[in-house]
């Protein structure tokens, strides 16, 4: 009989944190952290202190009091007493905070599985931002694609997938009394759909009895499904279009989308301008996906903002972006030759407008348009607003989901054909019954019995 405990993932959109007690073993399924951990509590500079450890989540129960799982460190104040980890390892499916975000709290002694392109990702992200990482002093297990991995009388088969960031897996966890699968975020209207379908084929084959399911884009009304390829497609009008500098925003780790609009600058005569951040993590992800060299490659050039000594100097710089001045490109020299360029950005860059003085410009937004939507973000948005009106440059959204559509979840479950279907990682699980004849439904901090 297998258990699963929901701690997080469980009608709502993130969180993965799922206990599986099957074959002998006690296995976490991703540690993420929901989206909105700390709403309610925290705001702003109301936050609480690192040296507490979990005092604060387990005073407002953000955090489940779980014994033998957390770290001496982190239950030095809660009242709980430290007792050595019962848990037998953590299996991450990728990158993302939402299904890594609360690693650091764990028992260092507990073996955290993820593959080698998670790590690698999470890992430059630690150099770049090590006040944010997820990575903590735990004992690493690293996989590939296709590696089986026992687990007492489980056995866990990790495989690729396709979702907005490389080094994604789902799983298939063989169990003595029926196998399981775990599908992570995934999505198969990419480039990389390949992977989808080699994880999908397997999962079929194992012929299993649970599938926990995400569902991001189980909505009840069926939407449009942009593909990367139409991204790309109208990032290339926009540049054939644009009579002035093309600003560019997207997510750092989304490589897909980084492709699309590399390919689509080229291909219009522009090169790309990346900061020294973006060239850092191209750099890094270079070996294991093929990436244009930020140093060598002739279509890419690196923006350095103006410093200290107001002459480019190697010493205005941090260490890891010194190197890379051997192709920068500054201010003045964009300014000059706008149309010849394509420029990577964010909300937090927008100050170099008013130094580039863009004329004609237009701002190509390409991620979800949910982090501008909203009571929470109306001030965010305003101000883009401001900013893209003061200068006349017009807004643009490109962008397509790193999640399967509807129609692709719905093709998906039903080659799978698993006994029992849970959904995870969704607002609407009810959707999934029009699909499924048994489907069970999680509620936060519930455990599901299935015979
Ligand atoms: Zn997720
Ligand atoms: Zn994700």
């Known amino acids: 009989m297998a258990k699963i405990t929901f701690f997080g993932g469980a009608g709502e959109i993130g969180g993965n944190k799922f ?5 002998g073993a006690k296995v976490y399924l991703d540690f993420g952290q929901s989206f909105d951990f700390g709403e309610d509590y925290f705001f702003e500079w109301l936050q609480p202190r690192n040296v507490n450890g979990l005092e ?3 005073e407002f129960g953000m955090v489940p009091e779980v014994e033998r799982l ?3 460190k982190m239950l030095r104040f809660t009242g709980m007493e430290y007792k050595k980890p019962d848990a037998d390892g953590v299996f991450i499916t990728h990158h993302h905070s939402d299904h890594t975000g609360h690693l650091t709290f764990l028992d260092e002694n507990i073996p955290v599985h993820m593959g080698h392109g998670t790590y690698r990702i999470l890992d430059t992200y630690r150099k770049l931002y090590p006040q944010f990482t997820s990575l903590g002093d735990n004992k690493l297990e690293l996989f590939k694609s296709g590696d089986e991995i026992p687990v007492k009388d489980l056995v866990f088969k990790p495989t690729h997938v396709e979702h907005s960031t490389p080094g994604a897996y789902g799983y298939v966890i063989e169990a003595p009394e029926g196998n399981i699968v775990f599908t992570g975020d995934f999505r198969m209207h990419g480039p990389m759909r390949k992977m989808s379908e080699e994880f999908i084929k397997k999962a079929v084959k194992s012929k299993p009895k649970i599938m926990l399911c995400e569902g991001t884009r189980m909505t009840p009304d069926a939407q449009t499904q942009y593909t990367e390829q139409q ?6 009008g926009i540049i054939q279009d644009s009579k002035g500098l093309v600003f560019t925003e997207f997510s750092m780790c989304n ?6 609009i ?17 060239a850092y993590i191209l750099e890094n992800l270079a070996d294991k996906i093929k990436l244009p060299d930020p140093l060598a490659d002739e279509n890419l050039k690196i923006y350095f903002r103006m410093c200290k000594s107001c002459k480019y100097r190697e010493k205005d710089y941090y260490k890891h972006e010194r190197p890379y001045l051997a192709n920068k490109i500054t201010q003045d020299e964009i300014q000059k030759n706008q149309k010849d360029y394509v420029m990577f950005t964010g909300f937090t860059k927008l100050m170099e407008l008013v130094y580039i003085q863009p004329e004609k410009a237009d701002y190509i937004y390409s991620s979800s348009e949910h982090f501008l939507e909203g009571e929470d973000n109306k001030k965010k948005r305003t101000v883009l607003e401001n900013w893209l009106n003061h200068f006349g440059i017009k807004y643009h959204h490109a962008h397509c989901s790193g999640h399967a559509s509807k129609k ?7 080659k799978i054909k698993p006994d029992v279907l849970i959904p995870i990682h969704t607002q609407n ?3 999934f019954k029009k699909i499924h004849e048994n489907v069970m439904i999680p509620k936060e901090g519930d455990t599901l019995n299935i015979k």
């Open 262 to 278: 590399y390919k689509a600058t080229v291909e219009e005569g522009r090169k790309l301008v990346i900061d020294t951040r973006y």
């Open 19 to 23: 206990l599986l007690e099957d074959g």
């Open 429 to 431: 699980p009810e959707e």
């Open 56 to 58: 604060c989540y387990f």
């Open 255 to 260: 490589i897909d989308r980084f492709q699309s």
């Open 408 to 414: 692709d979840l719905e093709d998906t479950i039903k």
């Open 231 to 236: 991204v790309y497609e109208k990032v290339k």
């Open 70 to 72: 957390y770290s001496e």
